[in-house]
Every structure is written in structure tokens, then in C-alpha cells.
């Protein structure tokens, strides 16, 4: 198939979609970027990589990083990592309070920010300290995109750390609850340093390859996690990773993803490829708009998907 093709014509159709939504500003950091861009980039199992547009340029990964996070968490806890956290679909937005009050404190699935709040509680427990958790998720991401220069931002912590009132909210109601091991400041900082981890399009298709392939890094044959993990976490992005928008992403697209506002979406094509697309506006519930759609004339033009 021809790949590079393939992403020339998306490139072209997608144009009227670019810049529609609007950028992540409840984020003071985020607010500021174009959001008149877009690129995206896919790397097969021998490391062959095809892009287009601004697939090179660095951005926030956001909640792309609850992929990895959870990935660690399982690889440390098993399946004893579901009594704090569930795997079902909330259907509701991903920093929604409301649903874990009446659930008791115990969040729905690890995407959902109350999760990926919880997961990282669990990371800091295991690993012994805030710090070396934020160390860990840092090596582990170095590790699968085969790049040792990424690096977290620390303005984009600090203006999450300045206004991420629900976040620490959330934290509050799972601790009151009895859910969450550490201190709430701690937690919720370790949480907003890895969503504030900085890649591009390329080095993300590429980290996405250990999910396409059972568990394993088919370049560097490196085991992370099981295959029964591995397609956990894909059944996992299938159904939660677009919040309350992931039956629409499955309905349109047809492949495990996870979006981050940040205007990142990752997506998995079992035994075949990684991809990553950007472009920074967003759609009502979070998720890139342009992206979006861009995956979804990708699954139709090459006829892959999971279905
Ligand atoms: N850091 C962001 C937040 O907590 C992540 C949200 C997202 O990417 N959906 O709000």
C-alpha cells in the first residue's frame, strides 16, 4: 500500500478541518499554540516511518501519557490494579466530579482524569517517591519511542499546577474516600508533569508499536508487558479512550486510540503500525477535531481497522 500517499491526500482533504474547535485554554500554557496545524505519522513494525505536515514539531502529549502510565501500573500491580480503578466506559467528560461521588471514589477506567490520577498515586507507591515515579514514566516513554531527549515541560506543569482546580478536587474526593495512597499536592503534580511530556507525531507513532505487537517492541524485541495486557489497554482505548466521545470514535474510525488536549491522538493497528496524528483544536469533548476526522479518512482509504 502506498503509505505516503495515503497521507498526502488526508493532508489535502483535511484542510477545511483545521482550526476548527478550539484550543485547550483552560490551560494557560496550551492557549498560546496555532491552531493552524496539523501533521501526522505512522511507523511500521521495521521502523519505516511516512508523515505529513508537521509531524516533527514537538507538543504536549497530555493525556496521551495515561497510556503509558497505565501500561507501568499493570506491568507493577496486575490485576489487582482493577480494585482502584475500573475499565468501563464513564460516558462522561474526562473531569467529570460527579459520577465518582457516586461511585464511591473509585474512578470509572484509568483514562479519565480521576484514573490517570489514581494509576499515578499507585506509580508513586511502587516506585518509592514522587520523583522517582516522574523518573520511571520519563524512562519508560524514552524507552518506546526509542528517543532519550524527551523531556517534560515545566511551564505547562506549573500553569496546570496553578489552575487545575477539578484535578485536585478529584483527588480530594477519591482521598476522602480512602482511594488514593499519597499526599494530593504530590499526586496531582506527578500527574501534570507526564501529561506535560513534549513529543512529536513520529517519535509517538513509533512508541505506540509494543500495543500493535502483543506486549513486545517488534525493533527491539523488548517484552513490556503480556499480550493478555497488551490487548487489555487496546480494549481499554477502544472503549474509553475519547471519554464520552469514544463510541463516536470507534463508530468513525474503528481503531484503539487515545486523544490528549494537547491536540495528540494515538492510535493502534494490531501487528501492522503505530500512528499519531496533531492538530491542536478541539471538538466539544476534548478531543482533536481535525484529528479526529483525519483517522477516520485514514481507516477508509486503507480499509484497515479492527473490525
Ligand atoms: N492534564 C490534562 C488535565 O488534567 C489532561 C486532560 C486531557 O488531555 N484530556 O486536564
Known amino acids: 500500500m502506498d503509505y505516503q500517499a495515503i497521507l498526502e491526500e488526508i493532508a489535502t482533504e483535511i484542510k477545511p478541518y483545521i482550526g476548527q474547535g478550539k484550543v485547550a485554554d483552560y490551560i494557560p500554557a496550551l492557549a498560546e499554540v496555532d491552531a493552524q496545524q496539523f501533521g501526522m505519522a505512522l511507523t511500521l513494525f521495521d521502523g519505516t516511518q511516512y508523515s505529513v505536515g508537521v509531524a516533527d514539531t514537538p507538543f504536549s502529549i497530555q493525556s496521551i ?12 500491580y496486575g490485576f489487582e490494579l482493577y480494585k482502584r480503578v475500573g475499565r468501563e466506559p464513564s460516558g462522561n467528560p474526562f473531569n467529570s466530579l460527579v459520577q ?4 464511591q471514589g473509585v474512578p470509572r477506567n484509568p ?11 499507585a506509580l508513586i507507591s511502587h516506585f518509592g517517591s514522587p520523583a522517582k515515579a516522574s523518573k520511571e514514566i520519563l524512562a519508560f516513554i524514552r524507552m518506546i ?12 506543569t506549573e500553569s ?5 482546580y477539578r484535578n485536585r478536587a478529584l483527588a480530594n474526593l477519591m482521598k476522602s474516600f480512602g482511594n488514593l495512597d499519597n499526599d494530593i499536592l504530590d499526586v496531582v503534580q506527578t500527574y501534570f508533569e507526564h501529561c506535560a511530556i513534549v513529543m512529536n507525531a513520529q517519535s509517538l507513532s513509533r512508541a505506540m ?16 508487558i503480556t499480550p493478555q495486557q497488551a490487548k487489555r489497554i487496546n480494549a481499554v482505548m477502544l472503549t474509553c479512550g475519547h471519554y464520552d466521545a469514544s463510541g ?22 494490531p501487528k501492522t503500525m503505530g500512528v499519531c496524528v496533531w492538530s491542536p483544536a478541539l471538538n466539544a469533548q476534548g478531543n482533536s477535531l481535525a ?8 481507516t477508509n482509504k486503507t480499509g484497515i481497522s479492527i473490525f
Open 291 to 298: 484529528g479526529t476526522k483525519a483517522l477516520e479518512l485514514f
Open 111 to 121: 483514562f479519565i482524569n480521576a484514573g490517570a490520577i489514581n494509576v499515578t498515586d
Open 160 to 164: 496546570e499546577m496553578l489552575h487545575g
Open 248 to 269: 463516536d470514535f470507534a463508530f468513525h474510525v474503528g481503531l484503539p486510540g487515545k486523544s490528549g488536549v494537547g491536540g495528540g491522538i494515538v492510535a493502534v493497528i
Open 209 to 224: 508499536l509494543y500495543l500493535a505487537n502483543h506486549g513486545t517492541d517488534p525493533i527491539s524485541q523488548q517484552q513490556f
Open 65 to 76: 501519557s495515561k497510556v503509558f502510565t497505565f501500561t507501568l501500573a499493570l506491568d507493577a
Open 100 to 103: 465518582l461521588e457516586y461511585e
Open 145 to 156: 519511542a526509542d528517543n532519550g531527549t524527551i523531556e517534560s515541560d515545566k511551564e505547562v
